[in-house]
């Protein structure tokens, strides 16, 4: 294991001085020493410059050449310390070694795979070294530093506020936080508008997504005079923002546009001048909405009769005020460049993406990846949210432990529930280490340079804790420390995302791990888990399975908020788990995270970069041809098939990037028919980038799915298609299922809402017996009846992929429920089942019951609208009391009486794996209520119960309120639209925050 110096990703602020240290790096793609030591410890010649075509034993004898190259310029190195020498003994010894093995080797897998590890070893040895001294010249810098941060921190007390140098640092950067918050805004406006004027009025997630943007620039501007930089200089506000736009400035991480030095002028710079200086109403102008004296938003009303009592927004009229004349010059100047410049960077960006995306794919090759996914989960969810899942109470004691022995024995808030919110519980958390009475608000400036001296010791208090958890996971996994987070960042990050609240930052403080594979990103988060001076407080798994990497670049880590002590003070610190080939193309001098910097404060990142939504036109088109987008949706104009030609001729591009793809009409008539589709279908045996493809409510027929089909058979990388509602029947569905056949990379199929019947059901069900891809098969709607419900239950019988099955819609009837059944009883992974609205009757649901008896994996089914009689509430009790993989259950709608809600009730007595039960809109009484009360009391699973539009009055309510009081585990009541009189309401009002209910 080695403990090593990290390149600090944001820079702390350098000593007066010091020059800032440069980031070493190397090409685009080149792996260090440590890259080329793979998941099983053989040495990867071809990291070093050997070809494919050489013979392994030259390989190996160029790898080793280039190993021994290295220690000896080590060697020669003039300033070595006594253990630098002692390390480079060793290491020449391994290199003797190695050489030895390779002269040795024979052309034979077993010589090469020896002489192979003697060279891997060879080169560890060397790359220990080189981090050694990195972690001294590291730990000599953090030094310098503290001793900068200590001298501002001792002005500060001494004249109540920053240095002057540190001052104008932080105006600048906070004057770049409200410009590029004040674009965001007005993109924001300009969408809320767009919205309001064809819809007449606003909904309330844009209502709620605007006013985020607009309350962050309300904090900015706030917290811009309150950290006293609202001084703008006059220079700023003159400043002609055309001047700073000439497109032929080379794109770099200089772009006068938006990165600045201290003192300089960027567009987000000016941008911020002008509307701080305009203070109130310059936010106004900016959001085109009034502010209220408390600073919220004040919509004007719609003047639709129909909206009548819904904001809405329009367009103001020209300003007569110059200052905010030049606030909407300078906004446009802004969008113009930032459109430009990401257009410029757009191939350098998604190269980056692509590169990351590849050595992520290389890495879930490593015998046991999937397996550590699967850890790397579980262990998460030990971990709490801010957002996420509850955690158990034993959870939630280990980590308050650990915190309450860090503070020398004082108590922790906790609730005394079973379980505790994971937000309650981040709280809590933050409220203990912020309990610091030295430290001053998080409202004040000064907060930032007392939190960089605290951290300044605790950073290497917290590369001390990391190396010791680290130890023993295994040979090449190296710790790098990271430096303090600079003042600039600190106020940047903290104004656009943290409302101006210094107290909020947690990433002061910062420490890598370096894993050569994700069996070590598991056994390295596990150690972190188990260590008595480290607390995980907080977890962002970005190595999860369906992560969406693109709005940050591509990169995948996974990063553990972590509280331990140091000097008696509890300190939040940052611990990031990278893989090597990950972080070596991050410190690509082309593109990694120097050119994220730079891109991200551009916003090039954001979705509206790399994604087109509206009407196709040639320039679209030429667009994806370039690889300048990835997401692409596209408005079929008057001819859907003239726009999948145009379409399917970019995607035969050799730059083409587009992995999500899809299509919309108006009208039918102007839908992508069998034509479109058989050139989107040509396109597709060629292009190796699209991923997704919805062709969802086109007009395709069978004779565009048989062409679809016939790409499943050679290619690779589509993974979901979605043919809803588009036309196809027997035929088609027959054709797609034949691809079904030899096809391995297809997770997701959509054929709802066709009318494929039974023939194309059988052939479907054919598919699933032999097919090993395909996770979500959705045939809602499609007239199946009961021959294809059993030949898909055959086909399920046999499957071990498919993991969701959606045959809403259909009338399988009784005898395809016990087909279904007798599936279950064999079939492990399988999760989810909706057979909503598919007239089971009692039979039917009773066979259903009677498959979960003896099934392990299901666990959601949906059952809505079948119209169970007496008998399968008594069979789900029995199958409640059996099993505990079940989590959610819907049965809404099912005629269910007091009778078979006292069944169900007697099963959640004993149950202990559902979470969730729907039960609205049956026949339930106070009766039923009373059991389910009796129930919740010694019910320890269940989370959210939804008794809606039942016969539920006080009685039945004062029962489950009653068992509310001794229920710990219960998050989510939902009795609304019961006729609940005034002695139910009082005795459910205390329970408010826990309960749904009428007004």
Same mark, same amino acid.
């Given at each position: 294991?080695?403990?090593?110096?990290?390149?600090?990703?944001?820079?702390?602020?350098?000593?007066?001085?010091?020059?800032?240290?440069?980031?070493?790096?190397?090409?685009?793609?080149?792996?260090?020493?440590?890259?080329?030591?793979?998941?099983? !410890?053989?040495?990867?010649?071809?990291?070093?410059?050997?070809?494919?075509?050489?013979?392994?034993? @030259?390989?190996?004898?160029?790898?080793?050449?280039?190993?021994?190259?290295?220690?000896?310029?080590?060697?020669?190195?003039?300033?070595?310390?006594?253990?630098?020498?002692?390390?480079?003994?060793?290491?020449?010894?391994?290199?003797?070694?190695?050489?030895?093995?390779?002269?040795?080797?024979?052309?034979?897998?077993?010589?090469?795979?020896?002489?192979?590890?003697?060279?891997?070893?060879?080169?560890?040895?060397?790359?220990?070294?080189?981090?050694?001294?990195?972690?001294?010249?590291?730990?000599?810098?953090?030094?310098?530093?503290?001793?900068?941060?200590?001298?501002?921190?001792?002005?500060?007390?001494?004249?109540?506020?920053?240095?002057?140098?540190?001052?104008?640092?932080?105006?600048?950067?906070?004057?770049?936080?409200?410009?590029?918050?004040?674009?965001?805004?007005?993109?924001?406006?300009?969408?809320?508008?767009?919205?309001?004027?064809?819809?007449?009025?606003?909904?309330?997630?844009?209502?709620?997504?605007?006013?985020?943007?607009?309350?962050?620039?309300?904090?900015?501007?706030?917290?811009?005079?309150?950290?006293?930089?609202?001084?703008?200089?006059?220079?700023?506000?003159?400043?002609?923002?055309?001047?700073?736009?000439?497109?032929?400035?080379?794109?770099?991480?200089?772009?006068?546009?938006?990165?600045?030095?201290?003192?300089?002028?960027?567009?987000?710079?000016?941008?911020?001048?002008? $509307?701080?200086?305009?203070?109130?109403?310059?936010?106004?102008?900016?959001?085109?909405?009034?502010?209220?004296?408390?600073?919220?938003?004040?919509?004007?009303?719609?003047?639709?009769?129909?909206?009548?009592?819904?904001?809405?927004?329009?367009?103001?009229?020209?300003?007569?005020?110059?200052?905010?004349?030049?606030?909407?010059?300078?906004?446009?100047?802004?969008?113009?460049?930032?459109?430009?410049?990401?257009?410029?960077?757009?191939?350098?960006?998604?190269?980056?993406?692509?590169?990351?995306?590849?050595?992520?794919?290389?890495?879930?090759?490593?015998?046991?990846?999937?397996?550590?996914?699967?850890?790397?989960?579980?262990?998460?969810?030990?971990?709490?949210?801010?957002? !996420?899942?509850?955690?158990?109470?034993?959870?939630?004691?280990?980590?308050?432990?650990?915190?309450?022995?860090?503070?020398?024995?004082?108590?922790?808030?906790?609730?005394?529930?079973?379980?505790?919110?994971?937000?309650?519980?981040?709280?809590?958390?933050?409220?203990?280490?912020? +309990?610091?009475?030295?430290?001053?608000?998080?409202?004040?400036?000064?907060?930032?340079?007392?939190?960089?001296?605290?951290?300044?010791?605790?950073?290497?208090?917290?590369?001390?804790?990391?190396?010791?958890?680290?130890?023993? $996971?295994?040979?090449?996994?190296?710790?790098?420390?990271?430096?303090?987070?600079?003042?600039?960042?600190?106020?940047?990050?903290?104004?656009?995302?943290?409302?101006?609240?210094?107290?909020?930052?947690?990433?002061?403080?910062?420490?890598?791990?370096?894993?050569?594979?994700?069996?070590?990103?598991?056994?390295?988060?596990?150690?972190?888990?188990?260590?008595?001076?480290?607390?995980?407080?907080?977890?962002?798994?970005?190595?999860?399975?369906?992560?969406?990497?693109?709005?940050?670049?591509?990169?995948?880590?996974?990063?553990?908020?972590?509280?331990?002590?140091?000097?008696?003070?509890?300190?939040?610190?940052?611990?990031?788990?990278?893989?090597?080939?990950?972080?070596?193309?991050?410190?690509?001098?082309?593109?990694?995270?120097?050119?994220?910097?730079? $891109?991200?404060?551009?916003?090039?990142?954001?979705?509206?970069?790399?994604?087109? @939504?509206?009407?196709?036109?040639?320039?679209? $088109?030429?667009?994806?041809?370039?690889?300048?987008?990835?997401?692409?949706?596209?408005?079929?104009?008057?001819?859907?098939? @003239?726009?999948?030609?145009?379409?399917?001729?970019?995607?035969?591009?050799?730059?083409?990037?587009?992995?999500?793809?899809?299509? +919309?009409?108006?009208?039918?008539?102007?839908?992508?028919?069998?034509?479109?589709?058989?050139?989107?279908?040509?396109?597709?045996?060629?292009?190796?980038?699209?991923?997704?493809?919805?062709?969802?409510?086109?007009?395709?027929?069978?004779?565009?799915?048989?062409?679809?089909?016939?790409?499943?058979?050679?290619?690779?990388?589509?993974?979901?298609?979605?043919?809803?509602?588009?036309?196809?029947?027997?035929?088609?569905?027959?054709?797609?299922?034949?691809?079904?056949?030899?096809?391995?990379?297809?997770?997701?199929?959509?054929?709802?809402?066709?009318?494929?019947?039974?023939?194309?059901?059988?052939?479907?069900?054919?598919?699933?017996?032999?097919?090993?891809?395909?996770?979500?098969?959705?045939?809602?709607?499609?007239?199946?009846?009961?021959?294809?419900?059993?030949?898909?239950?055959?086909?399920?019988?046999?499957?071990?992929?498919?993991?969701?099955?959606?045959?809403?819609?259909?009338?399988?009837?009784?005898?395809?429920?016990?087909?279904?059944?007798?599936?279950?009883?064999?079939?492990?992974?399988?999760?989810?089942?909706?057979?909503?609205?598919?007239?089971?009757?009692?039979?039917?649901?009773?066979?259903?019951?009677?498959?979960?008896?003896?099934?392990?994996?299901?666990?959601?089914?949906?059952?809505?609208?079948?119209?169970?009689?007496?008998?399968?509430?008594?069979?789900?009790?029995?199958?409640?009391?059996?099993?505990?993989?079940?989590?959610?259950?819907?049965?809404?709608?099912?005629?269910?009486?007091?009778?078979?809600?006292?069944?169900?009730?007697? !099963?959640?007595?004993?149950?202990?794996?559902?979470?969730?039960?729907?039960?609205?809109?049956?026949?339930? !009484?106070?009766?039923?209520?009373?059991?389910?009360?009796? @129930?919740?009391?010694?019910?320890?699973?269940?989370?959210?119960?939804?008794?809606?539009?039942?016969?539920?009055?006080?009685?039945?309510?004062?029962?489950?309120?009653?068992?509310?009081?001794?229920?710990?585990?219960?998050?989510?009541?939902?009795?609304?639209?019961?006729?609940?009189?005034?002695?139910?309401?009082?005795?459910?009002?205390?329970?408010?925050?826990?309960?749904?209910?009428?007004?």
């Amino acid at each position: 294991m080695g403990c090593a110096n990290s390149k600090n990703q944001d820079g702390p602020d350098p000593a007066p001085g010091v020059e800032p240290s440069k980031k070493a790096v190397s090409p685009k793609g080149q792996k260090s020493l440590s890259d080329s030591v793979v998941g099983d !410890g053989v040495f990867d010649p071809a990291a070093h410059g050997a070809t494919p075509g050489d013979s392994p034993q @030259a390989r190996l004898k160029q790898a080793h050449a280039e190993v021994a190259k290295e220690v000896e310029r080590l060697a020669n190195t003039s300033t070595l310390s006594a253990t630098e020498k002692t390390a480079i003994a060793a290491a020449t010894e391994a290199t003797k070694r190695a050489g030895a093995a390779v002269a040795a080797a024979e052309n034979t897998p077993e010589s090469v795979l020896s002489a192979g590890r003697e060279v891997a070893a060879a080169a560890l040895e060397t790359h220990r070294i080189k981090w050694r001294a990195k972690v001294e010249k590291n730990k000599a810098k953090i030094a310098e530093h503290a001793t900068a941060f200590e001298a501002q921190w001792e002005h500060a007390q001494a004249h109540g506020g920053l240095p002057e140098e540190q001052l104008t640092v932080a105006r600048d950067q906070m004057l770049d936080a409200i410009g590029a918050v004040s674009a965001t805004v007005r993109s924001a406006a300009e969408q809320s508008v767009l919205m309001a004027s064809v819809t007449g009025f606003l909904p309330q997630y844009a209502i709620n997504k605007f006013e985020a943007e607009l309350l962050q620039l309300v904090g900015a501007v706030e917290a811009a005079k309150r950290w006293k930089l609202d001084t703008v200089p006059p220079g700023l506000l003159s400043v002609d923002p055309e001047t700073l736009t000439d497109d032929t400035h080379p794109v770099a991480a200089t772009d006068p546009a938006f990165c600045g030095e201290a003192g300089g002028i960027t567009v987000q710079r000016v941008l911020g001048a002008l $509307v701080l200086d305009g203070a109130r109403r310059a936010i106004e102008h900016v959001g085109w909405v009034p502010l209220s004296e408390s600073g919220q938003p004040e919509y004007p009303r719609s003047e639709s009769k129909v909206y009548a009592d819904q904001p809405s927004m329009k367009r103001p009229n020209e300003p007569e005020d110059d200052r905010l004349r030049r606030i909407d010059a300078t906004l446009q100047v802004y969008s113009k460049r930032r459109t430009s410049v990401s257009t410029a960077l757009i191939s350098t960006v998604l190269d980056d993406i692509g590169h990351y995306s590849k050595a992520y794919a290389n890495a879930l090759k490593v015998p046991g990846a999937a397996i550590a996914l699967t850890q790397i989960d579980e262990l998460a969810k030990r971990i709490p949210q801010q957002s !996420g899942p509850e955690l158990k109470s034993t959870e939630v004691e280990k980590i308050r432990d650990k915190l309450v022995a860090a503070n020398k024995g004082n108590s922790i808030p906790l609730s005394d529930r079973r379980v505790i919110s994971a937000v309650g519980w981040a709280r809590a958390v933050k409220g203990v280490v912020e +309990d610091d009475p030295d430290a001053p608000p998080g409202s004040a400036l000064e907060r930032a340079v007392y939190k960089q001296v605290q951290a300044s010791g605790g950073s290497i208090r917290l590369y001390d804790l990391v190396c010791e958890v680290a130890t023993g $996971v295994g040979p090449d996994v190296m710790v790098l420390p990271g430096g303090v987070k600079a003042l600039a960042r600190t106020v940047f990050k903290c104004a656009v995302k943290y409302k101006s609240d210094l107290s909020k930052i947690t990433d002061q403080i910062r420490c890598t791990v370096v894993v050569s594979s994700l069996v070590d990103v598991a056994k390295v988060l596990e150690a972190v888990l188990k260590s008595d001076g480290l607390a995980a407080v907080r977890i962002k798994n970005r190595f999860a399975r369906g992560y969406d990497a693109t709005p940050g670049g591509g990169y995948l880590d996974l990063q553990l908020v972590v509280v331990f002590t140091h000097n008696g003070r509890r300190l939040f610190g940052e611990v990031q788990i990278n893989l090597a080939s990950m972080l070596a193309i991050k410190e690509s001098p082309e593109g990694g995270h120097r050119m994220f910097k730079f $891109v991200r404060s551009l916003r090039a990142y954001d979705a509206s970069t790399y994604s087109w @939504a509206g009407e196709w036109s040639q320039a679209v $088109v030429d667009r994806m041809a370039a690889g300048e987008l990835l997401n692409v949706e596209l408005n079929c104009g008057d001819n859907g098939d @003239a726009a999948a030609a145009a379409a399917a001729t970019a995607l035969t591009s050799p730059h083409c990037r587009v992995a999500k793809l899809s299509f +919309d009409s108006h009208a039918k008539k102007n839908a992508v028919k069998a034509d479109g589709a058989a050139a989107l279908a040509a396109a597709l045996k060629e292009n190796t980038s699209v991923t997704e493809l919805s062709l969802a409510n086109m007009d395709v027929g069978d004779a565009g799915a048989v062409a679809l089909a016939e790409v499943l058979s050679s290619n690779r990388t589509l993974g979901t298609l979605s043919l809803y509602n588009s036309g196809v029947e027997n035929d088609g569905a027959a054709a797609l299922a034949e691809g079904l056949k030899t096809n391995s990379t297809l997770a997701e199929l959509n054929l709802a809402n066709n009318e494929i019947g039974d023939g194309g059901a059988v052939s479907v069900g054919e598919a699933l017996g032999v097919n090993n891809s395909l996770a979500v098969l959705t045939l809602d709607h499609c007239e199946i009846r009961v021959s294809g419900a059993r030949v898909i239950a055959e086909g399920l019988a046999k499957n071990r992929a498919l993991t969701t099955l959606k045959l809403s819609g259909n009338a399988i009837m009784a005898p395809g429920a016990t087909a279904l059944s007798e599936a279950l009883k064999v079939n492990t992974t399988l999760a989810t089942l909706h057979a909503e609205k598919c007239e089971l009757w009692d039979e039917g649901g009773v066979a259903l019951a009677n498959g979960l008896k003896e099934n392990s994996g299901l666990k959601v089914l949906e059952l809505e609208g079948n119209k169970f009689g007496a008998k399968t509430p008594g069979a789900l009790r029995e199958a409640l009391e059996s099993n505990s993989s079940l989590t959610q259950l819907g049965l809404t709608s099912n005629q269910i009486t007091d009778h078979g809600a006292t069944e169900i009730a007697a !099963g959640l007595k004993v149950n202990t794996g559902l979470t969730a039960l729907w039960l609205w809109m049956n026949k339930i !009484g106070d009766k039923g209520a009373v059991a389910i009360g009796a @129930a919740l009391a010694e019910n320890t699973s269940l989370t959210k119960l939804v008794l809606d539009r039942n016969q539920i009055k006080d009685k039945g309510a004062m029962a489950l309120a009653d068992a509310m009081q001794r229920n710990s585990t219960l998050e989510t009541l939902n009795l609304k639209y019961n006729p609940v009189g005034d002695k139910g309401r009082a005795a459910l009002g205390q329970l408010q925050e826990r309960i749904m209910a009428d007004d």
